[in-house]
T-cell receptor, first 116, second 115 residues
Framework: AQKITQTQPGMFVQEKEAVTLDCTYD???????LFWYKQPSSGEMIFLIYQGSYDEQNATEGRYSLNFQKARKSANLVISASQLGDSAMYFC?????????????FGGGTRVLVKP | NAGVTQTPKFQVLKTGQSMTLQCAQD?????MSWYRQDPGMGLRLIHYSVGAGITDQGEVPNGYNVSRSTTEDFPLRLLSAAPSQTSVYFCASSRQGKSSNYGYTFGSGTRLTVV
């Protein structure tokens, strides 16, 4: 069974500073993918970044980077130079391999509030 | 290119009523799924499908039925609505394959209230 844990229910960050959102996972799949999604107050799910289990380099997408530590089973999201528009819920998710139905499992989320 | 379309966006039901939430995608994605999101929580998988004619249960399937007669459509049926089913429902689709990096495309959600 897959499990995603996000231990920070909420956090404040000062505008223009960096913030790290924690995510740990548990799976027995050999191949898996890790995703981060942003959910603003409007409710839509916005894809931010992806990391494959066999990728050797950490993923980056603009101001987002994923700190992937496979041995520790962690996939933390780093947002650099926070902006007011970054205030939202952030979800870590994991997709297992085809044998497991490629199911996407979500963590409980972290609410980020960026202060001006 | 519409992506994933969910209807309706809002719905109020009385306890015991039944209804169907519609989900359609135009990306020829093999994989489709339904999630529910309760206030302040993450998304939990209800049912999913890896192709037409194939469905399976997720984490919280009780009280819901699905079918997949076409690649494009994946409706979710509430058999007898209960207040515990008050939630926001998301439909999502993706390509299916060996690689696990096929990202999901989400619909805009259906906010359901059962009174």
């Amino acid at each position: 069974a897959q499990k995603i844990t996000q231990t920070q229910p909420g956090m404040f960050v000062q505008e223009k500073e960096a913030v790290t959102l924690d995510c740990t996972y548990d799976t027995s799949d050999q191949s898996y993918g890790l995703f981060w999604y942003k959910q603003p107050s409007s409710g839509e799910m916005i894809f931010l970044i992806y990391q494959g289990s066999y990728d050797e380099q950490n993923a980056t997408e603009g101001r987002y980077s994923l700190n992937f530590q496979k041995a520790r089973k962690s996939a933390n999201l780093v947002i650099s130079a926070s902006q007011l528009g970054d205030s939202a819920m952030y979800f870590c998710a994991m997709r297992g391999d085809k044998a497991a139905g490629n199911k996407l499992t979500f963590g409980g989320g972290t609410r980020v509030l960026v202060k001006p | 290119n519409a992506g994933v379309t969910q209807t309706p966006k809002f719905q109020v039901l009385k306890t015991g009523q039944s209804m169907t939430l519609q989900c359609a995608q135009d990306m020829n994605h093999e994989y489709m799924s339904w999630y529910r999101q309760d206030p302040g929580m993450g998304l939990r998988l209800i049912h999913y499908s890896v192709g037409a004619g194939i469905t399976d249960q997720g984490e919280v399937p009780n009280g819901y039925n699905v079918s997949r007669s076409t690649t494009e459509d994946f409706p979710l049926r509430l058999l007898s609505a209960a207040p515990s089913q008050t939630s926001v429902y998301f439909c999502a689709s993706s390509r299916q394959g060996k690689s696990s990096n096929y990202g999901y495309t989400f619909g805009s959600g259906t906010r359901l209230t059962v009174v």
